[in-house]
């Protein structure tokens, strides 16, 4: 994740989570790993250094991430 993602920009990115939701529903939310946020340990977090060690990454929403994502009781906004 060492540029910004979806935009094909060379330009050094500033994200640090990306929130995915499902039909205003339900949400899964992803930061970037720091020392408070281990996510090295999550092996379906995007920020994961797992995910950027290819030019161009796939990540493929499956049903267990809708199954495991938080309810947000019908309105995630």
């Given at each position: 994740?060492?540029?910004?993602?979806?935009?094909?920009?060379?330009?050094?990115?500033?994200?640090?989570?990306?929130?995915?939701?499902?039909?205003?529903?339900?949400?899964?939310?992803?930061?970037?790993?720091?020392?408070?946020?281990?996510?090295?340990?999550?092996?379906?977090?995007?920020?994961?250094?797992m995910f950027r060690d290819e030019r161009t990454e796939v990540y493929t929403i499956t049903p267990e991430d809708y199954q495991?994502?938080?309810?947000?009781?019908?309105?995630?906004?």
């Open positions: 994740m060492q540029y910004i993602p979806f935009s094909g920009s060379l330009v050094q990115n500033n994200l640090t989570h990306i929130e995915i939701t499902f039909n205003n529903t339900k949400k899964v939310i992803y930061q970037e790993c720091t020392a408070t946020n281990q996510c090295f340990n999550q092996a379906r977090n995007i920020f994961n250094p495991n994502a938080q309810d947000c009781g019908g309105n995630c906004n």
